[in-house]
């Protein structure tokens, strides 16, 4: 118990000091660089706030979900090892059955279409 405390007040200690040293340390008149929404040097020539098209965040959207199946079924091959493997392969195959059949649903309705 007696540890436990004094690792806490250290933490805090450790904390505040780090916290004061910050304000302390850091700048606090900043410059026109510092200040342009960029930072790089140029001056902005338009609007930072252009409209992106839908179909951008669909396709991002539509290649997490494939990444994130990748993912899941990336330990398919040892499911062999398991008591029932063809529970976990009908499972497997469903999955990937319901995405490819999204795919081509998206893919009819024209969604990955980038022109239109």
Known sequence: MNMIMLMMALSLTLSILLTA??????????????????ECGFDPLGSARLPFSIR????????LLFDLEIALLLPLPWA???????????WASTLLSLLALGLVYEWMQGALEWAE
């Open 21 to 38: 040293l910050n304000f302390w340390l850091a700048q606090m008149n900043p410059d026109s660089e510092k200040l342009s929404p960029y």
């Open 56 to 63: 951008f965040f669909l396709v991002a959207i539509l290649f």
């Open 80 to 90: 062999i090892q398991l008591q029932n493997p063809t529970l976990t392969l009908i």
